[in-house]
């Protein structure tokens, strides 16, 4: 996000000077009190409470930290390329960042959710989106390794995503630009935005057994920006909440022109009836697409990618009772749902109030037609039908909400830099605490949840400044950790992120740390190129094509001297770490190989892909030191010329 917009905004909005120095309260060293230190320690050898699972933004990676600690536990990559881990550089893993642009190897993740089960976590599967080039990611726990990514088509940006429904039923995304339906941008004019860009809300079911995705149905909408959204629960399950904002359909200096209209919209879809329509067939065909599927199956060891044309979309124009509009002042960002799926709380980053809006006045309100007016031929309910009540003065530059579990709620204020506990029911202002600065999304561990655990929550801050010691012109980002089981809520640490952090999600550590996978079974190992043993290693030639067998095991590898190799073949060296002990994993690096390093956990196989391309003796090492015998993990490559007759020995 643009933060000097914001500020501007503020100074616009409020016509208060504010700058950073300012939200700095003097000695901000002593907003740190009393026990803090205690709060936040996790002593050697112990574990944290809670698993952290924070976006890493633009890194395009996935970063897992213990709370309260804050240490980092794991970098996982899910659209980006990761050298530590192989990722994306060995033949397994490079279909996983494929699209049908080729491989983007890179995107811009926002939003994690954790999945769940009748409403509360279920340690299962972590999903993550692309802002960027569309995509849905799925994290399997067991592993915490990315299993599946699925692009979505008919969309310019995936932001609003990937949030879930309460049984994990369907991970939801809502495209951040309209754009014209895919297949015919090439012949729209872009001033005519709003006869032919469309907004689509994506919904991919997600399989119980094995967490495997699909693009169910799509909705197609009027064209407007959707930034964020909820699924209901309790008694709004069957719900799915949209912020919606440039409702003025500008295409040009929204920063303006889609900041006019006082009020944007919430929509909410009613996705029950999205599936009667279904059945029903009043979903249209859609086949001229292109959009692809990329899975990691952990017995084959190896990543497909498979291109997809066809999608189902359900007009909300013409399907009565799938969508509705609710008045929400102004460019509204976050939108949350509290604990018992009453009250749906929008955030309007340039509204000077927070207004909360009641489902079962939403439903008074359709059933009993009290419409203002349509939009794009979608209905849209009275504001004061819909709302529950608003929270007067509550800062400046609302973003996100969580719950407390409490009958509270936090709000993140980015522009006022602070976070504001209110009650949801009386809508009074309990607290506020300052953000060191400017809090993007806040958290508190399965505050999305039917029952959050209300101990702690954690700012995800966009500005550093002064919060750590200086590492040139670009600063590390930051997260702090607050105390909100009292009254007041308490500041215990600061920790630094990888990647500008946006959302996350935390997790009780029991319900993760005991299906953590321990290691891949070397008699379950399907990989097509897997040596199950040191007599099997070989080398064999076909064609231009070498396939190198290796296995890896304390402390050598098998085999270590290759000759008869020629320059500019193709050589596949398929390493499998026939290991069976846990944490043993070996690494494999060629002198001058540009497809990087694999790293082969216990049971596994995976391929670095080499065309030598020139003569010589090539050492080969282990890059993870594995024993005391590490440095003499090594072989060689003899690499002669095309066409010599030197013959394939090892
Ligand atoms: Cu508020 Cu992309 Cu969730 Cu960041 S968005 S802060
Ligand atoms: S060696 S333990 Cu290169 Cu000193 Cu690593
Ligand atoms: Cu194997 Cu170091």
């Not at 930034?227 to 949209?242: E, Q, Y």
């Not at 067939?281 to 899975?295: A, P, R």
């Not at 009386?426 to 399965?446: A, C, E, W």
């Not at 993990?633 to 066409?643: E, L, N, T």
Request: with cysteine; hydrophobic share 35%; glycine share 10%.
């Amino acid at each position: 996000m643009n933060f000097k917009k914001y500020v501007l905004f503020g100074l616009a909005t409020a016509g208060m000077l504010l700058s950073f120095e300012s939200c700095k309260p003097k000695g901000a060293g002593n907003a740190v009190s009393g026990n803090a230190a205690e709060k936040t320690y996790v002593a050697p050898g112990q574990y944290d409470e809670f698993y952290n699972f924070a976006s890493g933004g633009f890194s395009g990676q996935l970063s897992v930290y213990g709370l309260p600690s804050g240490r980092l536990l794991r970098v996982i990559p899910v659209f980006s390329l990761d050298p530590e881990k192989g990722w994306g550089f060995s033949e397994e893993t490079k279909p996983m960042l494929e699209t049908s642009h080729g491989s983007v190897p890179w995107d811009d993740l926002h939003h994690v959710q954790l999945s769940k089960t009748d409403g509360d976590y279920d340690g299962r599967w972590v999903f993550a989106n692309a802002n960027n080039t569309p995509r849905i990611a799925r994290i399997d726990l067991t592993t915490f390794r990315t299993a599946e990514i699925l692009e979505l088509p008919n969309s310019g940006g995936n932001h609003s995503s990937p949030f879930i429904t309460e049984n994990t039923e369907y991970v939801v995304a809502g495209t951040r630009f309209s754009v014209p339906m895919d297949g015919e941008g090439g012949d729209v004019p872009i001033n005519t935005y709003k006869q032919n860009f469309r907004g689509t809300l994506s919904f991919v079911s997600v399989n119980k057994d094995n967490g495997n995705m699909e693009l169910a149905f799509q909705i197609e909408t009027p064209g407007v920006n959707y930034d964020l959204s909820r699924a209901g629960k309790g008694v709004s399950h069957g719900w799915f909440f949209f912020s919606t904002y440039n409702t003025e359909q500008a295409n040009t200096l929204l920063e303006v022109n889609a900041s006019k209209n006082d009020k944007d919209f919430v929509l909410a879809v009613n996705w029950k009836k999205a599936e009667e329509y279904l059945k029903a067939g009043k979903g249209k065909k859609v086949s001229n697409l292109k959009y692809v599927h990329n899975k990691y199956d952990d017995h084959t060891h190896t990543a497909t990618s498979t291109l997809k044309t066809e999608t189902i979309v359900l007009n909300a124009e013409e399907l009565e009772g799938l969508c509705y509009y609710i008045p929400c002042p102004k460019s509204p960002h976050g939108v949350d749902v509290d604990p018992s799926g009453e009250y749906i709380v929008g955030s309007g980053k340039l509204a000077a109030l927070i207004p909360v809006f009641s489902f079962s006045k939403i439903q008074k309100a359709i059933a009993g037609k009290q419409f203002e007016g349509e939009f794009g031929g979608i209905p849209v309910i009275k504001y004061e039908a819909a709302l529950h009540g608003e929270v007067e003065k509550p800062g400046l530059g609302p973003l996100h909400t969580e719950f407390d579990g409490r009958g509270n709620a936090i709000t993140s204020f980015f522009v006022s830099s602070e976070l504001v506990k209110w009650n949801i029911k009386d809508l009074k202002i309990l607290d506020r605490v300052p953000t060191f600065y400017s809090v993007g999304h806040l958290m508190i561990p399965g505050g999305d949840t039917k029952s959050p655990e209300g101990k702690y929550v954690v700012a995800y801050n966009k500005i550093t400044k002064d919060r750590f010691l200086p590492t040139g012109p670009e600063l590390a980002h930051s997260a702090q950790i607050y105390d909100i089981s009292g009254d007041k809520m308490q500041l215990l640490l600061d920790f630094p992120t990888i990647g500008e952090p946006h959302y996350a999600q935390a997790v009780k550590a029991e319900k993760v740390k005991d299906r953590s996978l321990k290691i891949f079974k070397i008699e379950e190992n399907k990989h097509p190129f897997f040596t199950k043993g040191e007599n099997e290693a070989r080398v064999e030639r076909k064609g231009n094509d070498v396939h190198v067998y290796l296995t890896t095991i304390r402390s050598h590898f098998a085999p270590d001297n290759i000759e008869g190799i020629q320059q500019g073949d193709n050589v596949y060296f398929h390493v499998t770490n026939i290991e069976q002990d846990w944490d043993m994993p070996h690494g494999f690096a060629i002198k001058g190989a540009r497809n990087g390093e694999l790293l082969v956990l216990p049971g596994e196989t995976q391929t670095l892909k080499w065309v030598p391309d020139r003569i010589g003796i090539f050492p080969f090492y282990c890059t993870d030191f594995c024993s005391a015998l590490h440095q003499e993990m090594q072989g060689y490559i003899r690499v002669s010329k095309k066409g010599s007759n030197v013959p394939i020995t090892y």
